[in-house]
């Protein structure tokens, strides 16, 4: 596996002149690979060779419980209070175990893992997290062997996010991992992004990031992580099983039934820019691919 980059807390300038440094090589035409670019020292080996913008990141989001609309969670989450915030570890385990968000943050050091998020709408972003693999926070509890998946709940606070008071999806926001995926290390526990900390439109104070899968797999404003015997069913799963599988792995050979996964639009890019291919596994095949042989991915969407 390829190794991430740890570093301390990055001013913005820093990755803003990174950025301008990497446009000025013209890095993806050329024949320099990603891999020798210090700062892309990550797991990140794309046809995109731009950070998206914090502006962009922060400004388009998905997040249901603070309405449906791209500039709805930016808008409506500015006031929403992530202190005190309580994460419980429990189920299939032999120690399970409450942290406030604050003891994981500062139990487990952030390092920066610059991943591409594929939105499952035909879109996609590359991130500058900050974070640390969850199989760390998993390693804390002991782990039943009776485990065989990990369920990842939302927080459940109508007063605060007024996307909840309406049946949009079925509340709390859940979703799931099989336990190889969850302990697999590019399985992220999100702290921040532009080593600052997570902006509450981001999933503030602590989501999860799965980086081969569609960004629908990737819980915001976690409370609890259940390890369990059978496969959860997730929010989206509830809500459309056509249209959501629990596996979810980015596959541009798989459409969704009601468009193709082919292609995706770079946010940024302005919106006559070509759309660009989709690769497998959102590109870390090399990393993820081995969980998944002998299965058949068209059937286990
Ligand atoms: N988590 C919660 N709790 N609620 C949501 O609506 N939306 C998901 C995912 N996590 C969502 C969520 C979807 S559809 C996507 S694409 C990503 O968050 C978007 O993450 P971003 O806004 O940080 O780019």
């Known amino acids: 596996m390829k190794k991430y980059k740890h570093s301390e807390i990055t001013p913005e300038l820093i990755y803003n002149k990174r950025r301008k440094f990497i446009k000025s090589i013209g890095l993806g035409v050329g024949s320099i690979s990603l891999s020798s670019i210090p700062f892309l020292n990550t797991a990140y080996s794309q046809n995109k060779t731009e950070l998206t913008s914090y502006e962009d990141i922060t400004s388009y989001n998905n997040y249901y419980e603070f309405g449906t609309g791209k500039k709805d969670p930016f808008k409506n989450s500015q006031e929403f209070k992530t202190k005190p915030w309580i994460v419980t570890i429990e189920g299939e385990v032999d120690n399970p175990i409450t942290l406030s968000a604050e003891e994981i943050i500062s139990l487990f050091p952030s390092e920066e893992r610059v991943y591409k998020l594929r939105c499952v709408e035909g879109w996609s972003m590359v991130i500058p997290w900050m974070g640390f693999s969850l199989s760390k926070l998993l390693s804390k509890v ?160």
């Not at 927080?155 to 995926?181: A, S, T």
């Not at 259940?226 to 959860?232: A, D, E, H, S």
């Not at 292609?263 to 070509?274: D, F, H, Y």
């Open 142 to 301: 002991s782990i039943k062997n009776t485990a065989k998946f990990v369920e990842f709940e939302s927080v459940y606070d109508p007063d605060q996010m007024k996307g909840q008071r309406y049946p949009v999806l079925n509340w709390p926001y859940r979703e799931g991992l099989r336990i190889d995926e969850a302990m697999h290390p590019i399985t992220t526990v999100v702290t921040g992004l532009y080593g600052k900390a997570l902006p509450n439109q981001n999933g503030a104070p602590l989501r999860i990031f799965v980086p081969w899968k569609y960004g629908f797999k990737s819980a915001k404003a976690i409370v609890k992580i259940k390890l369990v015997k059978k496969m959860p069913t997730s929010s989206w799963m509830r809500s459309s099983p056509r249209e959501y599988g629990f596996y979810s792995n980015v596959n541009p050979n798989v459409s969704h039934p009601r468009w193709s996964q082919a292609t995706e639009r770079v946010i940024g890019e302005g919106i006559l820019a070509p759309r660009i291919e989709t690769e497998m596994f959102n590109g870390y095949g090399d990393e993820v691919a081995n969980l998944y042989s002998g299965m058949n991915l068209k059937i286990n969407f």
